[in-house]
Structures are given as structure tokens and as C-alpha cells.
């Protein structure tokens, strides 16, 4: 990585640093003196807040004495994409290059000899690119442009070829890269199936045939280590343009130039599905249950279970838990939940309690984030937020600041934010399951039958029946509805 010159640190103003991402390539911030034209960045305290599209495409692309630091780069690749497509951003980035590289070549034998090093730092940022936003290089119109840039660049060194060396290298793990994640997606589109579809009644089958979470694991520790595995295998398929696609959607049904397509969302969608089957399996697993004795023993158990995700900083497994819990076939269980010992429960209810914008859970969540950030183990990195709260989070940033200030000029200072979210999801997603993979209880946590919304409602009116009006007169119609389908 490169870091700036000296004297390019006397002068350049640097971007707000994430805590994540300090390190020697970052420096202290200087006011610039620049002048009021509109179109120029507009910094405070030293931190951009704002400036024109072609203005922040000029501080991306490197010159031979400047190298932007790698939250700008992270952040302005990121919320680009709202407003303009990566083939269109790379050729723009072209024509940066061929201005800088013609007045090198135009100039004296001093600056001619300057053409590795300007040649070596456009490299380094098109790794950084391809690395960090693989998929912006999907289709042919980017990769034609990255292709232009990198011919172009390897004149700068034709005598040995490193350049060229380097680039193909880097072409290569592209590639790579793209076809993994193309066969991942192929994978979930084949065996994606609604919820509401699996399952059926089970109760009428005599309960020495039926298996149940127990006999897979009697361990609350292990289940829920076994869960962080799938949490953390799903994750690790979400990118940060993926997340980007919550603000660019949103902003392409009122500006036709933004660019979300929501046919690119699959692991968002897969992440959300696994969430919902979670929550249905663990009220399937009280549900069906007969004896009171055993469905207690079953409470217990999940609760029990929802303690171990929240110790591990699995919160999203947690809160899929209790809200399988409070689904009301499982909630109006009264006489079951009279003989749980809810003390646990109750404490990670007060954990995840709504009120004050989930502020406990919040608290929770940024105990763990710091945890990770001093760890020395994989098993103490483990940061997993609750999905579904962190995509809102982004989405009422987007909605309570606008893209663009009054001068017209891009409110920056808003996509700091919410690339700041992103980053930390994005380096959360990157730490190694520390636990011990066992395929037995992964592959019924996957596969296990889960009964629909009226399955439940139908167990769980066996299993106790109606104490009042709404709930005989619900019993009856669903009664009704199993004699018509007879």
C-alpha cells in the first residue's frame, strides 16, 4: 500500500478514518486552501463533507505525488454506484489516467522516469477496486474498460513487464473471484422454496419415529456454535455493493441515472429466508411436541440456546430464537410456558426490547464491536448483528439526508456514515469460524421440516386448546379447512 509523500501530507486534507482501517497509509488532517467554485470538495474540521462528481473522481485517481488514503477509496467506490455505473466510473478513471500519464511522458527526463512509480500507484488502486468491489466488474462494459486502463498502463513499463506481469495476476483472481460467486447463486436460486411451503403435520405419527432438535443436540453450546457456522457462511456471501443496492433501489424509483438492480440481491434475500426458517424452526420444534413435559424441556432448551448466541456475539441467531418464541402459536402456550423457568428468557427479552431504537440490543452490539476490534482469537472477533435492524439502519440514513446538498454537490458526509456501517459488516463477515463444523446437526437445522403459519396454529390448539372466543373461532375455521381439503 501506498502511503503519501511527505509533502502531500503537508497539503492534501485526508478523509475521516475509520477505526478499522488505521494504519501508515493514513495521516493527520490540514485544512486546505482552496477556492469557492462549486464544483471543488468542501472540507471541515479536515474532513470532506461534500463536492462534485467529477471533483471526487479526480481525488480517486492517484497522481506522482498523491495516493488517496483507502477510506476514500472504500467510501466514494462504494456510494459511486448511486450515481453513476462502475463501466462508466472506470472510463472516466481512463481519462484521468491518459491526462497524467501524457504530461508525464511530455515532460522533462525527470518525470519520464516518474512513469513506473504513477504507473505502479494506478495499479495498486485497481487492485484495491477489483478486490474489494469484484462484482462492479461483471459485465463485458467494465471489464472492457478495466482491460483499456491496463493496456495503457503497461506501456509505462514495456522493457521488463512487471506491469504487465501484476496485471494479469490481478485480471486472473478477478476472474476467480466472479465465478465463485456466480456459482453460489446458481446454488441458492435452485433450492430456494417459500417457507410457507415446507412442512406438514407431523403429530398424528407415533413420536418414536419423529426426531426432534434434542436427539441432534442436547448441547445448547454446540447448537449454537453450529449456527454461527451457517450465520457466518451466509455473511461471507454478502458484499458491500450488495448492501449498496438498499440505497440505490430506493433512489432509482425517483432518479432514472441511479443504478440499484435488485435482480443482484440473492445472498440479502437468502440471509433473510435463513432468518424467517430459523424462527419457524423453532416454533415447529414446541408445536409438534405432544407431552407439556417435553415441549417445556424444549423452551428451555431454545432459550438456553439464545444465551449461547448472544455470548458468542451471534445476535442475529438470537433474535431469530426469541422471535420463534413470540409467534403467537408458541406465546399462547400458557399452560407450557407456566412450568418454563422464564428468569433466562426475560433477560434476553430485555436485551433485544424494542424501545429507545433497540438501544439495549445497540449497546450489546458495540460491546462485542469492541471486543473484536482488541481480540486475539477468532472466537472472541465473532461480531454477527441482527440483519434486519442494520439494513434499516441504512435505510433511514439514506431517507433522513438527501444524496445531493442544495449547491447540487454530493452530500458525502452521508455516505461516510454509511459506508462506515458497511465496513464494519464487511470486516465482521471476514473472521474464520472457530468452531468445529458437525454436519449431522448443520444438516437438520437446513433440512428439518417447518410447518406453515396454519400448521402451527393447528399444533398448537391440539396441544392446548382455545380459551376464548378469537381463538375457538379460529380453531373452528381452521378445522373446517382441513375437512374441505379432505
Not at 469557492?36 to 497522481?63: F, H, K
Amino acid at each position: 500500500m501506498y502511503i503519501l509523500q511527505k509533502k502531500m501530507r503537508e497539503t492534501m486534507p485526508q478523509t475521516p478514518i475509520f477505526s478499522s482501517m488505521l494504519g501508515s497509509s493514513c495521516s493527520g488532517q490540514v485544512q486546505p486552501d482552496m477556492g469557492e467554485r462549486c464544483g471543488d470538495p468542501v472540507y471541515q474540521d479536515g474532513n470532506l463533507v461534500s463536492g462534485s462528481l467529477e471533483a471526487l473522481i479526480e481525488r480517486l485517481v492517484p497522481t506522482m505525488d498523491y495516493y488517496p488514503d483507502r477510506t476514500y477509496i472504500f467510501t466514494f467506490l462504494l456510494s459511486s454506484r448511486v450515481f453513476i455505473h462502475p463501466h462508466e466510473l472506470l472510463a472516466k478513471v481512463g481519462q484521468i489516467c491518459i491526462k497524467h500519464k501524457q504530461q508525464l511522458e511530455i515532460g522533462s527526463e525527470a518525470e519520464k522516469a516518474k512513469l513506473k512509480s504513477f504507473a505502479a500507484k494506478i495499479i495498486q488502486l485497481l487492485k484495491e477496486w477489483t478486490e474489494t468491489f469484484p462484482y462492479d466488474f461483471q459485465d463485458e462494459k467494465s471489464m472492457k474498460e478495466l482491460k483499456e486502463i491496463a493496456h495503457r498502463i503497461t506501456q509505462c513499463d514495456e522493457e521488463n513487464g512487471t506491469v504487465k506481469k501484476i496485471i494479469s495476476q490481478m485480471t486472473q483472481n478477478l476472474l476467480m473471484t466472479l465465478s465463485a460467486r456466480s456459482q453460489y447463486q446458481e446454488i441458492k436460486e435452485k433450492f430456494r422454496q417459500p417457507v410457507t411451503d415446507k412442512g406438514t403435520i407431523l403429530k398424528n405419527k407415533p413420536q418414536s419415529t419423529q426426531k426432534d432438535i434434542l436427539s441432534i443436540c442436547c448441547d445448547p453450546l454446540i447448537l449454537a456454535q453450529q449456527l454461527t457456522h451457517i450465520e457466518l457462511e451466509r455473511v461471507n456471501n454478502i458484499y458491500a455493493e450488495d448492501l449498496m443496492q438498499i440505497v440505490s433501489h430506493m433512489d432509482s424509483l425517483d432518479n432514472h441515472k441511479c443504478r440499484g438492480d435488485v435482480t443482484k440481491t440473492y445472498t440479502l434475500e437468502a440471509y433473510d429466508n435463513w432468518f424467517n426458517c430459523l424462527s419457524m424452526l423453532v416454533a415447529t420444534e414446541i408445536c409438534r411436541v405432544v407431552k407439556k413435559k417435553q415441549r417445556t424441556r424444549i423452551v428451555e432448551f431454545f432459550i438456553d440456546v439464545a444465551r449461547e448466541c448472544f455470548n458468542i456475539g451471534n445476535f442475529n441467531s438470537m433474535m431469530a430464537i426469541i422471535s420463534g418464541m413470540n409467534l403467537s402459536p408458541v406465546a399462547r402456550l400458557k399452560k407450557t410456558w407456566s412450568k418454563v423457568k422464564t428468569a433466562k428468557f426475560d433477560v434476553l427479552e430485555h436485551h433485544m426490547d424494542p424501545s429507545s431504537n433497540f438501544c439495549n440490543y445497540r449497546t450489546a452490539l458495540q460491546g462485542a464491536a469492541q471486543r473484536s476490534q482488541t481480540a486475539n482469537s477468532n472466537r472472541e472477533k465473532i461480531v454477527i448483528p441482527v440483519f434486519n435492524l442494520f439494513v434499516k439502519d441504512i435505510y433511514f440514513l439514506h431517507k433522513m439526508h438527501t444524496n445531493r446538498l442544495s449547491n447540487g454537490q454530493i452530500n458525502f458526509k452521508k455516505f461516510w456514515e454509511i459506508s462506515r456501517l458497511i465496513h464494519d459488516f464487511i470486516t465482521w463477515k471476514q473472521v474464520e469460524c472457530p468452531f468445529e463444523k458437525d454436519k449431522k446437526i448443520q444438516s437438520y437445522l437446513l433440512t428439518a421440516p417447518i410447518y406453515s403459519e396454519e400448521a402451527l396454529f393447528i399444533a398448537s390448539f391440539e396441544s392446548e386448546g382455545p380459551e376464548n372466543h378469537m381463538e375457538k373461532d379460529s380453531w373452528k375455521t381452521l378445522r373446517t379447512t382441513l375437512l374441505n381439503r379432505a
